[in-house]
Nanobody, 124 residues
Framework: QVQLVESGGGLVQAGGSLRLSCAAS????????MGWFRQPPGKEREFVAT????????YYADSVKGRFTISRDNTKNTVYLQMNGLKPDDTAIYYC?????????????????WGQGTQVTVSS
């Protein structure tokens, strides 16, 4: 079992930055791929970024490439999402997800565990 708790969301002006954190409990974190997804108001959940267990492989949605960076610290059982150059279109609930085996994937249905989400609101 893996339990995930996101933090770091909030209200920020366009062009600003936020760093989301996702703290994981459970022994399988270091062998899990981790992902960030988001659900904008009135829309479906969408992929944002993913990272494999060793941090050697990362993938990003085209809409965030060059602005967002996913990273992880296996000693702290935590995955991060650094978000720079935020835009109003980035407004969403952001979810952390874990997947065993540790192969990074953009498919939401491949993730076994999900956090409760953290709200990010970007004002124009």
């Amino acid at each position: 079992q893996v339990q995930l708790v996101e933090s770091g969301g909030g209200l920020v002006q366009a062009g600003g930055s936020l760093r989301l954190s996702c703290a994981a409990s459970g022994r399988t974190f270091s062998s899990s791929a981790m992902g960030w997804f988001r659900q904008p108001p009135g829309k479906e959940r969408e992929f944002v970024a993913t990272i494999n267990w060793s941090s050697r492989t990362t993938y990003y949605a085209d809409s965030v490439k060059g602005r967002f960076t996913i990273s992880r610290d296996n000693t702290k059982n935590t995955v991060y999402l650094q978000m720079n150059g935020l835009k109003p279109d980035d407004t969403a609930i952001y979810y952390c997800a874990a997947r065993v085996p540790s192969i990074a994937t953009m498919r939401a249905d491949a993730y076994n565990y999900w956090g409760q989400g953290t709200q990010v609101t970007v004002s124009s």
